[in-house]
């Protein structure tokens, strides 16, 4: 644990503030700027750059994405955001009829793309589940509410405005036993958290910004399709790096729509755009060195000490304890929201407040007085 704790000090001794806002931006560990510089100075002079050389770079953070994840890196893809992701997959599958449920109130991106499919498409429908006062989504809730006709089922893992975070095991077993898709968002959870091999297999989709948890760069995300779900999707975009011929420059012009291996036919265009992979493979290098499994226990204990300290008298807590992941929500009973985010931030605390909530997110490079100095500001409200 020391171990760890030297990595990440170093990786984070530049940070200005107590940084409790991962939720928003993760913060990319130092090591970054040497990737991202390597990759600069092949912006500013190209000369004599070996096509092998940027062709194949994708490979390495798709490489990183299977490691973390367990799974195998033809089964990765990358993309630009959450919305592509779903996007791709509904336009992946709706040649056939698709009926898509989502909840009320989810982050857009796992609206929008199947709000949207709806409109254009006469095969695809879409149901809004209000949770209707119901904490979260749970098998016997869905049993009850979901329409028939589901196909798909698309939700957020950790949501970005509560912290709830679902049952995957429990509502994947329900969905499994009806043959639905099961998209799962894991944007605001993975990174601070691990997902088990039994998880991921009742998953048929993941879909994750590489921005937040991940420590990443903004401006990409990666996707997951499980093998099952593979037979059934036929890649809707036409990319000359993904198909087959791109390998060997002198073979561009022999036009192929067959594509490379695994779900490569999925990879957003210019795959290989180097300042970001620069910055997600240092990102990705670091969680793999510490190891997701032991970041999550890290939080854990970060968020556990925050619950079992923080005034009940001044706040509710929206966030319920069993079913959290990292991200802690507050609402002060009788604070000023904005004499609290001024304290906050005089006291070098940087956290979101969204409509009067406090949102805090707790990752590894935080320390136990980053809580401490928090529950003080806190409490002094
Ligand atoms: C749950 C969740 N999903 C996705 C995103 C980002 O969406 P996109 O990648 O479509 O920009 C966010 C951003 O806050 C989020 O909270």
New binding site residues.
């Given amino acids: 644990m020391n171990m760890m704790r030297e990595i990440v000090s170093t990786e984070y001794e530049d940070l200005k503030s107590i940084y409790l806002n991962a939720?928003?931006f993760g913060p990319s560990p130092k090591r970054c700027r040497r990737y991202v510089e390597k990759s600069l100075r092949h912006e500013l002079d190209p000369s004599y750059s070996p096509y092998d050389e940027w062709y194949y770079r994708p490979e390495k953070s798709r490489k990183q994405f299977a490691e973390l994840l367990g799974v195998s890196a033809e089964d990765i893809f990358h993309a630009?955001?959450?919305?592509?992701i779903n996007n791709l997959i509904i336009h992946a599958l709706s040649p056939t009829t698709q009926h898509v449920t989502v909840i009320e109130k989810?982050?857009?991106?796992?609206v929008l793309p199947f709000m949207l499919a709806q409109e254009r498409q006469n095969s695809v429908t879409l149901s809004r589940l209000n949770l209707n006062g119901e904490i979260l989504p749970t098998a016997s809730w869905l049993e009850k509410n979901l329409p028939k006709e589901t196909t798909i089922f698309c939700c957020?893992w950790?949501?970005?405005d509560t912290g709830k975070k679902v049952d995957i095991l429990e509502i994947g077993k329900f969905l499994k036993s009806r043959n639905i898709t099961f998209i799962v968002?894991v944007?605001?959870g993975l990174g601070g958290l691990a997902i088990t091999s039994e998880e991921l297999s009742y998953i048929s989709a993941i879909?994750c910004?590489s921005y937040?948890w991940m420590l990443g760069p903004y401006g990409h995300?990666f996707g997951y399709l499980s093998p099952e779900l593979q037979k059934k999707l036929k890649h809707p975009n036409a990319n000359w790096l993904t198909s087959k011929n791109s390998k060997i420059v002198t073979s561009l012009l022999e036009y192929t729509t067959d594509t490379l291996p695994g779900v490569r036919s999925f990879d957003r265009g210019q795959t290989a755009n180097l300042l970001t992979l620069g910055c997600l493979e240092g990102a990705l290098e670091f969680l793999l060195e510490l190891g997701l499994k032991n970041i999550q226990t890290y939080n854990k204990n970060l968020s556990s000490f925050f619950y079992e300290n923080y005034s009940t008298k001044k706040y509710d807590l929206i966030t319920p304890i069993e079913n959290s992941g990292n991200i802690v929500c507050l609402k002060g009973k009788n604070i000023d929201s904005l004499q609290l985010e001024k304290d906050l931030r005089d006291q070098d605390i940087d956290v979101s407040i969204r409509e009067g909530n406090i949102r805090i997110s707790f990752h590894v490079y935080n320390e136990r007085n980053h809580v401490e100095h928090l529950l003080k500001i806190l409490d002094s409200q």
């Fill in positions: 939720a928003y630009c955001s959450v919305s592509d989810d982050y857009p991106s796992n957020s950790v949501t970005f968002d944007t605001q879909s910004a937040k995300a």
